[in-house]
């Protein structure tokens, strides 16, 4: 099984959607690149696999390239196609564009049962592969380092800005609660500094999850490749998530992350985290004060649920598990 992967060198999705389950997939030979061109083509691959569509290489051409050098095509979907309005890809996102190469495609892959719903009416060859992590190996190992306070962690991109409002008047409370403040540490990581617009989204969104910075600071960009040393500095993930159709159809990556340290996760309680048995599930904005507090200060808490999620996800979503699930779809389309 030879593998042409079209993605970007530091896309997150394309990390683990793409480059991190094919590295650990039995095939024959795995070429990356990040522009599809024939003199890559003539190599003869037997599989183009690609998320969500290719940029700079028009449906037509593709079609040509397919029909020509007879790969088949594997479109991957980790995401709805139509954006929530208040996105900041929202006025430019190709979602014809995706929706186009989803019609077109051998398989499509995506990580949920709510995106295969969506799917299904546009190309009815689709097939759930969940995101999955290869636990205890390369950056997924449990290494931690320790502090004299517990350390609340947020991992994401700038297009969570909306998500993270969600947290700032609870964690004013968190803020008045001197008992507790001296408790605890709040960062938040994965900025690429990528000119003056990400940066004053950036900056409000520190200031939301740090009540100011009254309850900490924030720590930089790292590539997808060494992301996860972020959560060495950690000891809670926080997960806000607001219940919108688009969100929903997110995958559970970030209560995966968590688990491959063994930390607890506290959340909101919308899809795609309702579902996941072992974190603190947040109903309504008391809960996350109330949720702060008790992993804060009850460390036995903390380690019981953390490791349950642990256990929980390395059952569930471990890669090499999926991955023999991948071999059989490539194989058989």
């Not at 890809?89 to 295969?116: F, G, M, R």
Request: glycine content about 4%; aromatic content about 12%; charged content about 25%.
């Amino acid at each position: 099984m030879r593998i042409l992967v079209i993605t970007q060198q530091n896309s997150g999705v394309g990390y683990h959607r793409l480059m991190l389950p094919v590295y650990y997939l039995e095939k024959t030979y795995a070429y990356f690149t990040d522009v599809l061109t024939e003199e890559v083509l003539e190599e003869k691959f037997d599989i183009l696999l690609i998320n969500r569509f290719i940029p700079n290489t028009h449906i037509d051409k593709l079609l040509e390239y397919k029909s020509k050098y007879g790969f088949k095509l594997i479109v991957d979907i980790d995401d709805y196609w139509y954006l929530d309005t208040s996105h900041i890809l929202y006025s430019v996102y190709p979602s014809q564009v995706i929706i186009d190469h989803i019609k077109i495609a051998d398989l499509v892959t995506c990580t949920n049962e709510l995106l295969w719903n969506e799917i299904r009416p546009i190309n009815s060859n689709v097939a759930i592969l969940p995101n999955a992590l290869p636990f205890n190996e390369d950056q997924f190992v449990d290494v931690r380092t320790e502090s004299d306070k517990i350390r609340f962690i947020y991992t994401g991109s700038i297009t969570h800005e909306e998500d993270i409002k969600i947290i700032q008047f609870p964690f004013k409370k968190v803020a008045s609660d001197v008992q507790l403040k001296n408790k605890v540490h709040f960062q938040l990581c994965g900025f690429n500094d990528e000119g003056a617009g990400s940066a004053a989204i950036w900056h409000r969104m520190i200031s939301n999850f740090t009540c100011g910075l009254k309850l900490g600071g924030t720590r930089r960009y790292l590539p997808v490749t060494e992301y996860m040393n972020f959560y060495n500095d950690s000891d809670v993930s926080v997960v806000p998530l607001r219940a919108t159709k688009f969100n929903a159809m997110k995958s559970n990556l970030k209560i995966l992350e968590a688990a491959c340290k063994k930390i607890p996760v506290i959340c909101s309680n919308t899809p795609p985290y309702d579902t996941a048995p072992y974190v603190y599930k947040v109903n309504k904005q008391t809960d996350w004060y109330q949720g702060i507090k008790k992993l804060a200060t009850d460390a036995i808490y903390r380690q019981e649920i953390g490791l349950a999620n642990y256990e929980w996800c390395n059952e569930n979503f471990n890669l090499h598990k999926v991955n023999k699930l991948r071999k059989e779809l490539y194989a058989s389309n």
